[in-house]
């Protein structure tokens, strides 16, 4: 059997807030720091063997907090970064409706079918992110794994896990420094836990 502990980064900094930031490089507020610090300790008795990581400082921060004193090394994967928002990123909500209303209804009325002007489609992630993970899976069987990274790639792999089609993404919650656990059985998926929020 091969576990995966999918976690979110914690809470981000201020500036992040109410805002496009898929790769915008934003670090962990006071707030998130403390999140992940519960994660840590609730998930210390694991046999971790490694770490794996976003390029995202938010995620990175995250993953060295989930590491601590334990010395599990972390390794980062450029695959497992959130969406690229391109031209959106770092606008409020409000500010991209201004600028590109039909990009946006189309973005809330269909979210993983809409591509963003400069940046990326879900499609586009969504390959990444898989590619990256069955190299993973191939290269750590039998083990115990974390990977720290954004909610989208953690709705990716639980989507994955079980079959459901893309309109239904974001059905699954992801909150800041949520839990999730997925296992392999034979090569067989299975979440046993799913946006567990360590309070």
């Known amino acids: 059997m091969t576990r995966f502990w999918l976690l979110r980064h914690g809470e981000p900094a201020a500036e992040a807030r109410q805002r496009c930031y898929g790769s915008l490089d934003v670090g962990l507020s006071d707030a998130g720091r403390r999140q992940m610090a519960r994660v840590a300790g609730h998930l210390r008795h ?6 794996y ?5 938010r995620a990175i921060e995250s993953a060295r907090i989930l590491a601590g004193e334990s010395g599990r090394p972390i390794e980062i994967v450029p ?7 391109g031209e959106f990123e770092g606008l409020t909500y409000d500010e991209i409706a201004a600028r590109h209303p039909e990009t946006y209804r189309r973005w809330m009325e269909a979210p ?3 591509r963003f002007p400069g940046g990326e489609c879900f499609r586009d992630m969504r390959a990444r992110v898989l590619d990256a993970f069955a ?7 039998g083990e115990t ?4 990274s954004h909610g989208g790639v953690n709705r990716i792999l639980l989507a994955w896990a079980l079959e459901m089609p893309d309109r239904c993404l974001f059905r699954l919650a992801q909150d800041h420094a949520a ?14 836990a799913m946006n567990l929020a360590v309070l």
Not at 79 to 85: H, K, L, V
Not at 145 to 148: F, L, S, Y
């Open 53 to 57: 990581s976003s390029p995202r400082s």
């Open 145 to 148: 794994i974390a990977i720290v």
């Open 46 to 51: 694991q046999p971790i063997a490694v770490i």
């Open 79 to 85: 695959a497992f970064r959130e969406i690229d928002f």
């Open 179 to 192: 839990a999730n656990l997925l296992e392999l059985v034979e090569g067989a998926p299975m979440v046993r």
């Open 135 to 141: 190299a993973i899976r191939r290269r750590r069987e």
């Open 112 to 114: 993983t079918e809409v």
